[in-house]
């Protein structure tokens, strides 16, 4: 049940580009992004519904094909701040269930 | 306060302890999770409260854990007789209104807890 994300890891040097993806073997009606810094909560970045829109938040955009039950996070000219774990949370899509299921995470590294 | 509070922010228990973990929510705030996340992964649900009525407890670990939250704000999970597999970060989260398909979380930075 839990959303596979992939990679596990990237490190890039800062303006440099990066997708991170999200992948579930249920059906989704939601798909949230939300970013982890070091000893820190991790704090909500966009929600996504099912209807494949895409939403947009600074420089980091995100798409959601239910069909395909997947999603991604797109990170353009990245900047320091964005370094971070990255976890997608999933609903699972049962009725009356009110909980996130969180993948294990993206950790990225942005370099000077 | 302006945010989700976690207190205390780092616990050492010997094994076998119990342990009480608090959670503050924003003010108004129907919903509260906790959720548990150990080393190097995501959070993994633990129980979810609406005003004062656990709805969902379905990912307590054992009977050890117990959440309450008597006044429909602040909450305390309770480990009883800890073990070492207990180890991780506890984090409480709390949404307006607890439609989780559409509602944003705000997290507490956690309880750090370690078990020896």
């Known amino acids: 049940q839990q959303p596979v994300q992939s990679p596990q890891a990237v490190i890039l040097r800062e303006g440099e580009d990066a997708v991170i993806n999200c992948s579930s073997s249920k059906a989704l009606y939601s798909v949230h992004w939300y970013r982890q810094k070091h000893g820190e909560a991790p704090v909500f970045l966009m929600i996504?519904?099912?209807?494949?829109e895409q939403k947009g938040h600074e420089k980091i955009s995100a798409s959601f094909n239910e069909k395909k039950q997947q999603s991604s996070l797109y990170l353009t000219a990245s900047q320091l701040s964005y370094s971070g774990t990255y976890f997608c949370?999933?609903?699972?899509?049962?009725?009356?269930?009110?909980?996130?299921?969180f993948g294990q995470g993206t950790r990225l590294t942005i370099n000077p | 306060g302006a945010g989700v509070s976690q207190s205390p922010r780092y616990k050492v228990a010997k094994r076998g302890q119990d342990v009480a973990l608090r959670c503050d929510p924003i003010s108004g705030h129907v919903s509260l999770f906790w959720y548990q996340q150990a080393l190097g992964q995501g959070p993994e649900f633990l129980t979810y409260?609406?005003?004062?009525?656990?709805?969902?407890k379905s990912g307590l670990p054992s009977d050890r854990f117990f959440a309450e939250r008597p006044e429909g704000s602040v909450s305390t999970l309770k480990i009883q007789r800890t073990q070492q597999e207990d180890s991780a970060v506890y984090l409480c989260?709390?949404?307006?209104?607890?439609?989780?398909?559409?509602?944003?979380?705000?997290f507490g930075s956690g309880t750090q807890l370690s078990v020896l």
């Open positions: 949370g999933t609903d699972p899509l049962i009725q009356g269930a009110q909980k996130l299921v």
């Open positions: 409260f609406q005003n004062e009525a656990q709805l969902d």
């Open positions: 996504l519904l099912k209807g494949g």
């Open positions: 989260a709390s949404s307006l209104m607890g439609r989780v398909v559409d509602e944003k979380l705000f």
